[in-house]
């Protein structure tokens, strides 16, 4: 396993906002409260969507003292945000404890929100056409900044008479290289007495973390599970995906396949297309080979150019082309726009725009 690196805030106090309804059941009894006052105290985070202690009118007077000397409630700060041309894309770099940033993507269509959260401050998987990949890892994301990140554009969307629907884990980092955390953070998500999201309106995003996949099947966690592939053998995948040296395809594949027989679900592949390199006939033939017979869907997303990569996103007589040959394996395919492509939405590229800038003392493009 890649070696674990874990920075929490220096802030000894327990962050609620960390802790799903079990964890905060049990810091409660050791303080002597009960289940009681620990779903009552939840119920006004998640459903009354208190934002400091002293919003929890309604709880015992001793347990919100015990907060305020133990606990903290920690919020998000918005660093730099920027809107797309359309409107429909807001995107946020917010500010950690510790000054770390992260990326966070509003996507409003009617009635259906869409938020892309970030599970760690960086990447260490290294994909070379990846903005976030091209920073590296500087942390693991806590469950609270996770969960942070929902509860920031929970309150944008009240406020616009609008509610969230979808959460994708498809921002800055790798979501099973944080597996606990982020895992802790879905179960807060999904908890029926507070946010009450729907697991099947929850996708996670992976770029092939073996261990994590085989995890993933034997947990009862009904999401639904993308896997980021971009080549179809070992030798092309690891040319943009480095970590698919460590996991290879056979191994992946394998991996993919006991999540589809234990989970009874469809898995989602990812391919981003990049002009000449993995977008041609035989790029979608050999990817019609391998998932051929799966139940598998694959989205083909054109590349969003990024600094510290020469490849471009391919034609759009291309794009078809490659959708056609997977039909012709019985493979369903559906293109993605990264949309907000106009505010640098692809996944790091906000931060790394907002940052070379600061350098340089320009203005961002926002
Ligand atoms: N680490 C996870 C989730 C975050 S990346 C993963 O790799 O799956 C989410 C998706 O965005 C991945 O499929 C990734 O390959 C894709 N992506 C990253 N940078 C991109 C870019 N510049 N253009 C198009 N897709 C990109
Ligand atoms: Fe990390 Fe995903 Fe970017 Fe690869 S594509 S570097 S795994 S965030």
């Given amino acids: 396993m890649l070696s674990r690196i874990l920075v929490m805030p220096s802030d000894t106090l327990a962050n609620l906002y960390d802790l799903t309804r079990p964890a905060l059941g049990a810091l409660l009894a050791g303080w002597g409260f009960s289940a009681y006052h620990r779903d009552q105290l939840w119920t006004a985070l998640y459903r009354r969507h208190a934002t400091s202690f002293d919003e929890l009118e309604g709880l015992k007077p001793e347990l919100v003292r015990a907060l305020r000397?133990?606990?903290?409630?920690?919020?998000?700060?918005?660093?730099?945000?920027?809107?797309?041309?359309?409107?429909?894309t807001h995107k946020l770099l917010l500010r950690l404890d510790d000054g770390q940033t992260i990326e966070t993507v509003l996507m409003r269509f009617k009635g259906r929100a869409t938020v892309c959260i970030s599970t760690q401050a960086g990447c260490a998987m290294g994909c070379v056409f990846c903005a976030t990949g091209q920073m590296g890892l500087s942390?693991?994301?806590?469950?609270?900044?996770?969960?942070?990140?929902?509860?920031?554009?929970?309150?944008?969307?009240?406020?616009?008479?609008?509610?969230?629907?979808?959460?994708?884990?498809?921002?800055?980092?790798?979501?099973?290289?944080?597996?606990?955390h982020t895992m802790a953070a879905i179960d807060v998500l999904v908890d029926a007495m507070g946010l009450a999201m729907g697991p099947r309106f929850i996708t996670l995003s992976t770029v092939g973390v073996v261990p994590g996949i085989r995890r993933l099947a034997d947990e009862e966690r009904p999401i639904h599970l993308a896997v980021s592939l971009h080549g179809a053998t070992d030798a092309e995948r690891a040319a943009l995906v480095p970590v698919g040296r460590r996991w290879p395809l056979d191994e992946l594949m394998d991996a993919c396949r006991y999540y589809s027989e234990k989970r009874g679900r469809r898995i989602f592949f990812e391919w981003t297309l990049i002009a000449g390199r993995n977008d041609t006939a035989e790029h979608a033939h050999t990817l019609g080979q391998l998932l051929r017979g799966m139940d598998a869907?694959?989205?083909?997303?054109?590349?969003?150019p990024t600094v510290g990569y020469d490849g471009g996103p391919s034609r759009p007589e291309s794009v078809r082309a490659f959708q056609d040959v997977l039909t012709s394996y019985a493979v369903p395919s559906t293109v993605r726009q990264r949309r907000g492509i106009d505010i640098d939405a692809g996944c790091g590229q906000l931060k790394a725009d907002v940052e070379r800038r600061a350098r340089r003392s320009l203005p961002t493009s926002a």
């Avoid at 806590?142 to 990140?149: K, M, R, Y």
């Avoid at 980092?173 to 597996?179: A, S």
């Fill in 69 to 88: 000397e133990r606990a903290r409630l920690s919020h998000l700060g918005v660093h730099h945000e920027s809107f797309s041309s359309d409107g429909f």
């Fill in 297 to 304: 869907h694959v989205n083909v997303i054109p590349l969003n």
């Fill in 139 to 180: 942390r693991h994301l806590t469950p609270g900044e996770i969960v942070g990140q929902v509860l920031h554009v929970n309150r944008v969307l009240r406020d616009a008479n609008e509610s969230l629907r979808n959460v994708v884990l498809m921002g800055m980092g790798e979501p099973l290289h944080n597996y606990e």
